[in-house]
């Protein structure tokens, strides 16, 4: 075999991305797969049919060249599954916030400043789907990005980074007693840190897909900490903002910082910690009122250094997790201007107000102070957006070399455990 190459795998809130890469990073293949707002019924079915589309696209010679890939997934994107990892019920999606009663009883347990204590995180929903499928229906709860690699490795295992929400001890590596009292961990799937070799692509799956035999399968991460990777922050102080659908924020710590009253959470990298927080604001609230031509349009016309003076909270519906973490919270459009380029001005003003509000909170509980923020998703190509959000933030704002969460996927298939820093097996 010529040289090996690598893939990483990518689904989002909207649609689904590959990307192969050589052992130097450089980009081999790149395919896309949107799917849009699928109805609950349908997602898994779909998700698991854009998978093994994906991969049946890439040049049969660089499947035939796979050494590795990994997943990535939606966090706290959550199924419950059979014996044979068929879903019971439809997935339970990220910004899902009907578990109250059951986030309370995690508050109870572990205290309510524990990441998994909000009603969207991937436990409260297990506790959910336990409550009303019971255990003869449901044998397994996992992450999107679990259950995907899963479909290719017949192996469930979890990472740290989408075992967060639900309730990993990143102290020991190991679900504490407390989950265990909950939800029963014989429930849950093994745990192991991002990139660890989970097994080989199982050999059915692989003769149907034309892929290479020995291809590993890693344990893959959140969406949001792929796009991290691709975008290389590596210095404490930095920080990575998504720009997608929804507005996630990844600032690199030192220090660790958890309190669930303001949806803000820390995850396990190598010596130091990625802290953040996922919003419900984001691309999805534009979409909704503009199409590509009137933003690209609107935007080149736009003064970003003047602002409109409408405060605007601009979700696409009730309910926000982060820097305010309230399920109840309304949208904020109000009042409407006549300009529709007056209109989306106050949109892009909003969401940097929530984007320079989430940094502030986390550097007012402890994080490392922020430094520069690298813009990754399809929001940071609006260079009018950029210039606001640096007027907001107050410090330079660069955008992402790589923007496809893939990439960096693709890079934790290539590297594994070797990418965090600090990081010792055993």
Known sequence: MSFA????????????????????????????????????HEAAATWREVL????????????????????DGTSATILACDEALDPAHPPLMYHDARATLEAAAIARAAGPEHPTAMATSGLAKALWLKKHLGPARARLYLSQADWLSAQLSDRPMSDFHNALKMGVDLDTGQWPDWVDYLVDVN????????????????????????VNADCLVRAGTTDSIAAFLAAGVTQPGEAVTSLGTTLVLKLLSQTRVDDARFGIYSHWFGDLWLTGGASNAGGGVLRRYFTEDELRTLSNRMDPEQDTGLDYYPLTRTGERFPVNDPDMPP????????RLDFLQAILEGLARIEARGYTKLVELGATPLSRVVSAGGGSRNAAYSRIRARYLGVPVH???????CYGTAWLARWGTALFPGYRHG
């Open 332 to 339: 904020r459009m109000e009042p409407r201007p006549e300009q």
């Open 187 to 210: 429930f849950l799937p093994m745990l192991a840190a991002p990139g660890t070799e989970v097994g080989l692509l199982a050999r059915p799956r692989a003769r149907a897909l034309g």
């Open 399 to 405: 955008t992402a070399a790589e923007h496809e969460a």
């Open 5 to 40: 190459c690598f893939l990483g795998l990518d689904f989002g809130t909207s649609g689904a991305r590959a990307c192969v890469i050589a052992p130097s990073g450089e980009i081999e293949d790149l395919a896309r797969q949107d799917y849009g707002e699928l109805p609950e």
């Open 52 to 71: 093994l589309q994906l991969i049946a696209r890439i040049p049969a010679g660089l499947r035939k060249r796979l050494a590795a890939l990994a997943v």
